[in-house]
Structures are given as C-alpha cells and as structure tokens.
C-alpha cells in the first residue's frame, strides 16, 4: 500500500515562540493523537514546552507481516518482531522519504534541522534512529523509547564510513519488557557507540513496554538540554 505523501499529525504548540521541533513516533498500531493521549495520562500535562512545538505524525495503513497481514498504523513492515531477522528494506526506505519530506515542511518554517529532535516509542523509535543516522545526521538529537535495531541493520551499515559528527542519543528501557527484551536495546546502544555515536541508556527496573512518568521528564530534560531557548539578538 503506497504511503501519502502528507501525513495526519497532532500538534502541541509552545507556550512562547516557536524556535525548535520535535518529532515524536508512536508505536505500531497506535497513531499521534493516542501517543499523544498516553504521554498527557503518564505525566498529567502534555509534554508542553516554551519554545519547542511537539509534533505526533500519524504512520499511513499498510498491511503488517506480524499481525498476517492485517491493516495497521504502522511506520514500516516486519517479517516478524524480533531482532535477529532481515530488515523490511523496502517499506522503512520509503518512509523514510515520506518523512524526509516532514521535515522539510518544519525547515521551510524557518526551523533548521540543528534545532529538530527526532525521536519515538517502540517502532517509533526504530523508524528515528533509520531517519536521523542514515539520511539526516545534522538534527539535534534522536530518542528511542523501548526501541531497537535488527543485529543487521542498514543504520549500522551506514556508519561504518562515517567521518561525521553524529546526533546523540538518549535510549530508555524498561527491564521487564517483553515485546522488544531490554537486551535488543542495550544491544542496539553498545553497536551504536562503537559507531561513534554519543549515547545514553537508561533502564527502568520493573516496567514492561509502556511509558513511566521519570522516564518522560528525564526524556523532556534532555530535550531541552538539546534546544535550549534562543537568547534574543540585540540590535543596539
């Protein structure tokens, strides 16, 4: 199923004026508006900044190889949920254009690609750490929550030649996660470092795969750690 070129986002707006991005992708089956939902339950509050837009993109419907092939909201295909398979080549390089194209829209309003975090929940994260290692190593930041790469992934083949400086990363784990094991993404941090990527890991003992509200305000710490506020320019 071909992928829209534009796609449903949600948007939570800063509180002052508009200087950096955020991009933030739900896990598969879920959307924008209910990653969104589920970060406001976590914390009480939207995740709400002065100077930073947050914004929750909607992946397109396609056909998902481990639900046999059910419609889902998903950013690529998998031939099945585990870390030690090929990668669906095919479906994360297109998103990966569709998204290209997501954040041409926030740079074309004025927003450069150094003030743009990138970032996600389970494959959400997954589809960040395609986007910012393989096409986009001059955002911000990239964050994975509960995420991981397959053990042969075309993220880590792309760094194999890289001279450049690389976006840092700030992975969370919960260890009693069952769906994507802790392991995959300690695995996933280590291969990255000895890439060069600067990384954080930060494991939560007794979470499963969900979001917990230290793990939301150390992510938002970071974040504006990343993007800090832009001191005004004087014209005396």
């Known amino acids: 199923m071909a992928a829209p070129g534009v796609l ?41 900044f002065q100077h930073i837009k947050v914004i929750y993109p909607t992946a397109p419907t396609r056909p998902y190889t481990p639900m046999r092939g059910a419609l889902s909201t998903v950013w690529f295909d998998r031939w099945k949920i585990s870390n030690d398979c090929p990668e669906h080549s095919e479906t994360i390089d297109s998103m990966c254009q569709v998204l290209t194209d997501f954040i ?32 986009h190593r001059d955002v911000a930041g990239v964050f994975a929550l509960s995420s991981f790469l397959n053990k042969t992934s075309a993220v880590y083949q792309a760094l194999q030649k890289n001279e450049s400086v690389l976006p840092e990363l700030f992975q969370c784990h919960g260890t009693a996660d069952e769906l994507v094991l802790h392991s995959w993404g300690e695995e996933t941090n280590n291969l990255l470092k000895s890439l060069g990527v600067t990384t954080s890991f930060h494991s939560f003992p007794n979470l499963n795969h969900e979001l917990n509200k230290i793990e939301l305000e150390k992510l938002s710490s970071w974040i504006v750690k990343k993007l800090p506020m832009e001191t005004a320019v004087s014209n005396k």
């Open 8 to 48: 449903q986002r949600s948007v939570v707006s800063p509180a002052g004026r508009h200087s950096a991005s955020v991009i933030l992708l739900h896990g598969s089956g879920d959307t924008g508006p209910g990653v969104r939902a589920w970060i406001k339950q976590v914390l009480n509050q939207d995740l709400v």
């Open 104 to 135: 041409a829209e926030e740079v074309k309003n004025g927003i450069s690609k150094n003030r743009i975090i990138l970032g996600g929940f389970s494959m959400g994260g997954g589809m960040a750490m395609h986007l910012a290692y393989r096409y």
